[in-house]
């Protein structure tokens, strides 16, 4: 909004009881409490899409969807993601957050070490 910023958010469907979010340009991409991922349009037309893998934390790139699975692992998938996750390899293994740049990805591991995996579009 125009600063300053003034009045109030609006309420958005949440019956897939989501836990964790992210927004791209055209898509929203979210992991509800039994780690499915789900998909709709930004603009919240259209319905929530399951798309097929199992993630705790997910986050939209550019070009990808990347995310934490419940072990901890990362994977990417290409968009529009249709399930075809590719694990990614970082020095530690464990990962507990990542979040999407321009042309990559920056992970935290569960003992705090921040990497950066930069990819070639």
């Known amino acids: 909004c125009k600063k300053p910023c003034s009045g109030s958010g609006s309420k958005v469907d949440n019956t897939c009881l989501l836990k964790q979010l992210d927004a791209g340009e055209q898509c929203l991409y979210a992991v509800n409490k039994t780690n499915h991922i789900l998909s709709r349009p930004v603009d919240g037309s259209g319905s929530w899409r399951v798309v097929p893998g199992r993630m705790k934390h997910v986050t939209v790139g550019t070009h990808e ?5 419940p072990t901890n692992e990362v994977y990417r998938c290409k968009k529009p993601c249709l399930g075809e996750w590719e694990k990614m390899v970082f020095d530690e293994g464990d ?21 950066q995996h930069n990819i070639p579009y």
């Open 65 to 69: 969807i990347f995310g934490i699975n």
């Open 95 to 115: 990962m507990k957050q990542v979040d999407a740049t321009l042309n990559g990805v920056f992970a935290v591991s569960t003992g705090a070490s921040i990497y």
